[in-house]
């Protein structure tokens, strides 16, 4: 067992592995053969930091069609440039790297979706807590809780917000050990931890697969969330 | 059904080794407090992820004499071990991971199942004050719900009913139930005889008042 | 800038230290000095992991009445030792350490409010969010959703659940720093993160006050969070 | 209000100047994006801790060059850094930070104010697409919304107003705008003048639309 801070060598250790259902892939194209026409996922990131390059250039490369893409922003070229994607949900398509979407979008080829970035972000946790939604005030009086249901709680209005539902989740992590466990990098963690329990496949791209296992204190997203890794390098 | 003389019921060792044989290597597990010792043992050391709700996933056997530390506990507040490729998480994240579909299995025990597979195990219903704990998180969340349990209470009456007269802690949950005469599946107007332990005849448990399928 | 992984050294870092606004005492009693009679306050710990000892010593000795605790156990006998807790939300109030709230409450002195232990945490999660409540299912048919309202979403019905608000919340961590960035040991981590984030007032033990600051990838609960730090040693 | 001759606005150095100046420093403070540097510069390197929305609590000040991380970046997607005793957190949470009250200052442009303290800085009224990012929880859950901004749009309309014409972010939230005009504070039915640039005259203002309390 590799605890990679001192204070810790104390804690009680079986002498067991623990048996991980998480399985380390070879290529993304491997870890990505089961995403199909119409599925809907979670991509992590915040512009680029985070941003799982190496998946989503899989998932273009194996030319996958109508796809419904979350994450904070819509810069997702590589899948807009084949006409791949059918509804982004996110909190930002703007910026240098949103015009392929903007392109389909004013051709009518798209739709989006859009949501107040904590509003977003809590969606997807509530889809990975397992809940049916929660109640809001922010955007209320706005147009940004057009369709939500509101309703009338203690003498307050809230708008309920639901779950974002998803069949897969494509994130970037820094580190993660053989059991699947995850530390990201700086401010690339963002979206990616949320997503990493939201999704009932979780998918990852991950900068190095160390041997061993990390100090169970340091983790970031537990490998109990994870079912499959690529190591992409740096 | 007056003695067991004519029985070889299962003893609650045989019960976890029947429980073990239908797990998955690959799963995640929650083994709810106050299950017998003896009858979980088989999931250890065999590959299994046991979670602890208090906040460990890859929850390990009880330390040796000496090495227990009072912040690596279990749900049941015993001193625990964390297993390699282990990690520790906060309460919210635990529960989250249990309604969120990533538990394949809660192992508990019962003071009822119905046919329906409902689930009563957290209060008795003449008592004023009980725990739910986290059972009914895990009861609801966990994709199975099996049942460890003898399979009449202490005063006779089948653990196994038509209706519970205690107070659930979920309904229409329970997968599966292992006892000391055999398991069973509640499915709906009745329960379902999986494997019967050697000498138990199904129709002497229904005289008894087990709610049985008559085959 | 301390820190302790090495594959950190590169991350740009500004020359200025943070000014932070958690401030250290030097004994419980000054941290806790403006906890008045009819406060409520959230608890971290399961069991004896991550309980903070001192903290409630601090308030027994002070006297405090009427509290309402909120704590995944109910086994706080400094307190219930003079009678001077109002009311326990919690979800297990039995096992050897609850005695004395099991008395209190035999003799009407005290109530209940029993909560399945992952809606208790999500209910005090949805306080520090700043959201008017959760959707959930758990407990649907029972009477563990007694008193909630039940609305009907897309044909499934749900309990809403509201935020429990807390005065103060009290919790212990293992390391801080002069930041009052946070780090939990082991399984002791528990409840403490989640109700760091809970309350208007965090008021936190902790085993040690480091000097200079923790790595900010390792750090479980952001200073941005905590008020107040008590370091009360091993 | 034909020319500026008669009056000595202040720069947007200046009106930073004045925020930094109402500013306390044991503040956290959310700087929104696109707000002119140079008026935001006064408030690093001053002991307020900075909060960007994507996951840095202590954000510091762009780096050196040659240290740009592309995994250390602000909410406007720039290279930034941290500064010593921040923290990296999720988005989640940085949200639970931003809602949840701990944010005692947002600090953000605008289309328009109202007197009601309604805000617009999302999206114009005439365009199809906006982002609207982290804007409404902002707006909604920081303790105090102040607004940078120049008392004008481009077309020469007063951008504190009665009512807003553009989509709002959010409703009731605005405490104070600061212009090169002045200080401002949306008072329900009108603005009260907090302070007015040297030569500036509240009647002049008013005149040309802007509404100000009479006083």
């Given at each position: 067992m590799t605890y990679t801070e001192k204070g810790q060598i104390h804690c009680p250790t079986a002498t067991e592995d623990v048996m991980s259902k998480t399985r380390i892939y070879a290529t993304s194209t491997e870890a990505l053969a089961?995403?199909?026409?119409g599925a809907t996922i979670m991509c992590g990131g915040f512009g680029g930091a985070g941003y799982p390059h190496n998946l989503i250039s899989g998932l273009a490369d194996r030319k996958v069609k109508g796809l419904t893409v979350v994450a904070n922003?819509?810069?997702h070229e590589a899948l807009f440039a084949y006409g791949g994607v059918r509804k982004v949900v996110c909190s930002y398509p703007l910026g240098p790297t949103s015009k392929g979407f903007l392109e389909v979008l004013d051709r009518g080829e798209a739709e989006l979706e859009l949501e107040p970035q904590g509003t977003l972000v809590e969606r997807i946790r509530t889809a990975g807590a397992g809940l049916g939604g929660f109640l809001t005030?922010?955007?209320?009086?706005?147009?940004?809780?057009?369709?939500k249901p509101l309703i009338d709680l203690d003498g307050k209005q809230y708008a309920v917000c639901k779950p974002i539902m998803a069949d897969f989740a494509l994130i970037k992590a820094w580190k993660a050990d053989q059991a699947g466990n995850l530390i990201y990098r700086h401010a690339a963690r963002n979206f990616n931890s949320v997503m990493a329990m939201a999704a009932p496949i979780v998918i990852v791209e991950v900068s190095e697969i160390i041997d061993g296992y990390l100090d169970p204190d340091s983790i970031?997203?537990?490998?109990?969330?994870?079912?499959r890794l690529v190591e992409v390098g740096k | 059904m007056k003695d067991g003389t004519d029985f070889n019921l299962w003893s609650m060792k045989e019960v976890g080794a029947k429980v073990a044989h239908d797990v998955q290597d690959s799963w995640m597990i929650n083994v709810g407090v106050g299950l017998p010792q003896v009858a979980v043992e088989?999931?250890?050391?065999?590959?299994v992820t046991l979670h602890s709700e208090?906040?460990?996933?890859?929850l390990g056997p009880s330390p040796a004499?000496?090495?227990?530390?009072?912040?690596?506990?279990d749900a049941g507040k015993g001193f625990a071990t964390i297993v390699a490729g282990g990690s520790f998480i906060d309460s919210a994240t635990s529960f989250v991971l249990i309604r969120g579909g990533r538990l394949d299995l809660a192992l508990m025990g019962a003071y009822e199942v119905s046919i329906a597979g409902d689930l009563a195990n957290?209060?008795?219903?003449?008592?004023?004050i009980a725990g739910i704990g986290g059972a009914a998180d895990l009861a609801h969340g966990a994709r199975r719900v099996w049942i460890i349990t003898?399979?009449?209470?202490?005063?006779?009456?089948?653990?196994?009913?038509?209706?519970?007269?205690h107070p659930l802690?979920?309904?229409?949950?329970?997968k599966r139930v292992y006892t000391e005469y055999g398991i069973f599946e509640p499915s709906g107007d009745a329960f379902t005889v999986i494997e019967l332990a050697r000498g138990v005849i199904a129709s002497d448990l229904i005289e008894v008042g087990v709610p049985l399928s008559k085959i």
């Amino acid at each position: 067992m590799t605890y990679t801070e001192k204070g810790q060598i104390h804690c009680p250790t079986a002498t067991e592995d623990v048996m991980s259902k998480t399985r380390i892939y070879a290529t993304s194209t491997e870890a990505l053969a089961d995403i199909n026409d119409g599925a809907t996922i979670m991509c992590g990131g915040f512009g680029g930091a985070g941003y799982p390059h190496n998946l989503i250039s899989g998932l273009a490369d194996r030319k996958v069609k109508g796809l419904t893409v979350v994450a904070n922003n819509a810069g997702h070229e590589a899948l807009f440039a084949y006409g791949g994607v059918r509804k982004v949900v996110c909190s930002y398509p703007l910026g240098p790297t949103s015009k392929g979407f903007l392109e389909v979008l004013d051709r009518g080829e798209a739709e989006l979706e859009l949501e107040p970035q904590g509003t977003l972000v809590e969606r997807i946790r509530t889809a990975g807590a397992g809940l049916g939604g929660f109640l809001t005030q922010v955007g209320l009086g706005t147009e940004l809780v057009a369709g939500k249901p509101l309703i009338d709680l203690d003498g307050k209005q809230y708008a309920v917000c639901k779950p974002i539902m998803a069949d897969f989740a494509l994130i970037k992590a820094w580190k993660a050990d053989q059991a699947g466990n995850l530390i990201y990098r700086h401010a690339a963690r963002n979206f990616n931890s949320v997503m990493a329990m939201a999704a009932p496949i979780v998918i990852v791209e991950v900068s190095e697969i160390i041997d061993g296992y990390l100090d169970p204190d340091s983790i970031h997203t537990s490998g109990a969330f994870v079912d499959r890794l690529v190591e992409v390098g740096k | 059904m007056k003695d067991g003389t004519d029985f070889n019921l299962w003893s609650m060792k045989e019960v976890g080794a029947k429980v073990a044989h239908d797990v998955q290597d690959s799963w995640m597990i929650n083994v709810g407090v106050g299950l017998p010792q003896v009858a979980v043992e088989p999931l250890t050391n065999r590959g299994v992820t046991l979670h602890s709700e208090n906040g460990i996933v890859g929850l390990g056997p009880s330390p040796a004499p000496g090495l227990e530390d009072p912040e690596v506990i279990d749900a049941g507040k015993g001193f625990a071990t964390i297993v390699a490729g282990g990690s520790f998480i906060d309460s919210a994240t635990s529960f989250v991971l249990i309604r969120g579909g990533r538990l394949d299995l809660a192992l508990m025990g019962a003071y009822e199942v119905s046919i329906a597979g409902d689930l009563a195990n957290w209060r008795l219903s003449g008592k004023k004050i009980a725990g739910i704990g986290g059972a009914a998180d895990l009861a609801h969340g966990a994709r199975r719900v099996w049942i460890i349990t003898s399979l009449f209470a202490n005063d006779g009456a089948s653990k196994l009913v038509a209706h519970c007269r205690h107070p659930l802690t979920a309904s229409g949950v329970v997968k599966r139930v292992y006892t000391e005469y055999g398991i069973f599946e509640p499915s709906g107007d009745a329960f379902t005889v999986i494997e019967l332990a050697r000498g138990v005849i199904a129709s002497d448990l229904i005289e008894v008042g087990v709610p049985l399928s008559k085959i």
